[in-house]
């Protein structure tokens, strides 16, 4: 639903199916960078490569860090499991004119799941980013543990995190503009795919390098698409 363009959704489909024919490779091996913009957001397999591209580009800009903790009630193995599965993270850190991503949807407020901005100020309990469109001001969101019952676990903290890379466990669920995506790594099945496929056209995707394989779920591949006994 994310893409519009016949031939990348037929590339995307292959590699859903890892069917990665000589066709697809035409289409997809240009799209391989080798010197991205470093604005554009990363797409890595493992937290520890998310982490130390985002500490990189925090530490080029100047001035120290603001660091907010995320408040945080209720039994400890719900907490456990929002700190795991939220995008926020429960340490945010950031400076001004550090690139962040929204984590809610909030369309009172304007904020979609997704969209980036870039940080212009920084409050005591706010922080102002800069969109394409225009700047707004962001206050703490609290999530709950389950929305429909006030009693269980919540986790409050700025709808923020630093986008300059994500993991594509992290980042299943988004749409994003571009994406600089390095699945070298991929061992997970459908982890190619998920990663190629958050972006909305071919021109928005830029490969790290060309994937020596993609690695896919015989199961999940009987289940949507069977074979016609003869």
């Known amino acids: 639903m994310r893409q519009d ?8 489909a292959k590699f859903r199916r890892g069917e990665i024919d000589g066709l697809t490779e035409r289409r997809l091996r240009p799209r391989i960078s080798l010197f991205p913009n470093r604005d554009i957001t990363r797409l890595f397999t493992h937290n ?3 982490d130390r591209w985002n ?3 925090l530490g080029e800009l100047p001035g120290p860090e603001s660091v907010r903790e995320a408040e945080t009630w209720g039994p400890q193995h719900q907490i456990d499991f929002l700190e795991k599965n939220l995008l926020t993270p429960k340490i945010l850190r950031l ?3 550090a690139k962040v991503m929204f984590t809610v949807n909030r369309p009172d407020d304007g904020l979609v799941n997704g969209q980036t901005g ?12 800069h969109t394409e469109r225009r700047e707004m001001e962001v206050s703490p969101y609290r999530w709950r ?3 429909n019952d006030p009693g269980t676990a919540w986790f409050e903290q700025l709808p923020l995190r630093l986008a300059n890379a994500l993991t594509i466990h992290k980042a299943q669920g988004l749409t994003l503009d571009s994406a600089f995506v390095d699945v070298r790594a991929a061992r997970e099945p459908g982890q190619a795919y998920v990663a190629l496929s ?3 056209t071919l021109a928005g995707l830029h490969l790290k390098d060309w994937p020596k394989g993609v690695f ?4 999940a591949l009987d289940f949507h698409f069977p074979k016609t006994l003869p």
């Open 5 to 12: 363009e016949p031939e990348f959704v037929q590339a995307l």
């Open 48 to 50: 520890s490569m998310v």
């Open 55 to 57: 500490d990189f580009c």
């Open 95 to 97: 400076k001004p004119g």
């Open 118 to 129: 870039e940080v212009v100020s920084i409050g005591l309990t706010t922080v102002v980013v």
């Open 145 to 147: 543990y389950d929305s």
């Open 198 to 200: 958050r972006v909305r």
């Open 216 to 219: 896919v779920s015989q199961r």
